[in-house]
């Protein structure tokens, strides 16, 4: 499947599911990298799986695979803002599996896929399933693309 014939009806669907309330809206006002929202960027990171597993033809669950993307940083609190030492890399993945669990309800799956998208940072959380590679593997693309185009603009 080319990327120009992809319906993103399931995509609108579950986005709006998760989106479209009070406290996902939050996301809006933390940033994640550079100068990118966490909401851009969980949108962002949702999008590229959704893509790529449709595009690729992997065989995995389309619903689980977007909605832990949407939610893999649902930390909820301004990272840039914490003390020194604070390990935010290693401990937010805990965090956000804990709220997304709480106000959106995960399966197994779902919160697999939050736990263990920064690996291999933290090894303990190993991504279980193929929808949690997807996770992880978008979201570092996603970063770096993320983080590269604001150096850019500062050359
Ligand atoms: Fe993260
Ligand atoms: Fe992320």
């Given at each position: 499947?080319?990327?120009?014939?992809?319906?993103?009806?399931?995509?609108?669907?579950?986005c709006g599911e998760v989106c479209d309330t009070p406290s996902y809206a939050r996301?809006?006002?933390?940033?994640?990298?550079?100068?990118?929202?966490?909401?851009?960027h969980s949108v962002t990171v949702a999008k590229n799986c959704y893509v790529f597993a449709l595009t690729k033809k992997i065989k995995c669950d389309v619903r689980s695979l977007v909605k832990g993307a949407l939610l893999h940083d649902y930390f909820l609190y301004d990272w840039h803002h914490l003390p020194k030492f604070s390990f935010h890399g290693f401990r937010h993945a805990k965090v956000a599996c804990e709220?997304?669990?709480?106000?959106?309800?995960?399966?197994?799956?779902e919160k697999n896929i939050v736990l263990s998208h920064m690996f291999p940072l933290n090894l303990r959380s190993f991504p279980k399933c193929r929808e949690a590679w997807i996770v992880t593997l978008m979201d570092k693309k996603c970063a770096l693309k993320e983080v590269f185009r604001i150096k850019e603009k500062q050359l």
């Open positions: 499947m080319r990327k120009g014939k992809i319906d993103f009806t399931l995509f609108d669907e579950i996301l809006k006002y933390y940033v994640a990298h550079a100068d990118v929202s966490v909401f851009c709220n997304a669990s709480r106000d959106f309800g995960l399966n197994e799956k």
